[in-house]
């Protein structure tokens, strides 16, 4: 791993007596290590409103992932209720995060949640969104998709945190509180030892894709779908649907 990489540190504590897993983490050096990769393969920036959503999405995604004990590929496809953006947002199992802004349509309030363990069969859920704040989207999948109480909040800055139960926990223990008392009260469990720690997880942002990919992915069309793609040009300019990232393939490649 780059020594240059910028590593957000997350952790996972069993709070015991009311039995819930409670996760704390910065998302602040995913941002960062997002605008360096940006900065890298010369990707252009979304507006302000899309920089933000995007950066929410990677937070609230980095958290439920690492609730998890068993590391999983996360993939969120969100068309944002009343927008002309939609999001998307991978997790890899080792810690990589990635993701873009995508045009969408206004009407459109759905999301799609792609999961993986190592050498098993995807998982897709659909989930209806109740407003355009991606984190809100996290717990709304939890709530839907997973039938479970859930609580997730993140700061403007990043700091975030989630607290879910184990079968049997009580979430009333933080009921009432407000996302920013939220926060606060998981980083005081933490700060005072209050809860046990499970884990630390490093995420951080990058993306596995590059050119032997990118050619890989057009070879594998069928022949109708590689001509109507070519039309009569030699070189094709295709963006990475993960992260953004452009590349050309050239007709003799």
């Known amino acids: 791993m780059d020594k240059k990489m910028s590593l957000a540190h997350y952790y996972r504590y069993l709070w015991e007596k009311p039995g819930l897993i409670v996760v704390i983490g910065e998302a602040a050096e ?36 690492v609730s998890l004990a068993d590391r999983e590929s996360w993939g969120w496809s969100l068309a944002l209720p009343d927008s002309p953006l939609g999001l998307f947002c991978a997790v890899e199992p080792e810690g990589m995060v990635c993701g873009c802004v995508l045009e969408s349509e206004p009407e459109k309030h759905v999301g ?30 939890f709530e839907e998709a997973e039938q479970s109480l859930f609580r997730i909040a993140v700061s403007e800055s990043g700091r975030g945190a ?67 793609l070519w039309k009569d040009t030699n070189t094709l300019d295709i963006s990475c649907p993960r992260c953004g990232r452009g590349f050309s393939v050239t007709r003799k490649q």
């Open 30 to 65: 995913i941002y960062n290590g997002w605008m360096a990769y940006n900065a890298r393969y010369s990707i252009s920036e979304s507006d302000a409103d899309g920089t933000t959503l995007l950066g929410r999405l990677m937070a609230g995604a980095g958290l439920a992932a």
């Open 112 to 141: 799609v949640v792609q999961r993986q363990k190592t050498k098993a069969p995807f998982t897709q859920s659909h989930i209806t969104l109740k407003d355009g704040d991606p984190v809100k989207a996290v717990e709304t999948y």
């Open 162 to 228: 989630l607290v879910r139960p184990l079968p049997q926990g009580d979430l009333s223990v933080i009921d009432g509180l407000s996302d920013e008392e939220l926060i606060e009260r998981c980083y005081q469990l933490a700060d005072n030892e209050e809860a046990k720690l499970m884990e630390e997880v490093l995420l951080f942002y990058e993306c596995r894709c590059n050119d032997e990919k990118i050619l890989n992915m057009i070879t594998s069309l069928p022949d109708k779908d590689r001509h109507a």
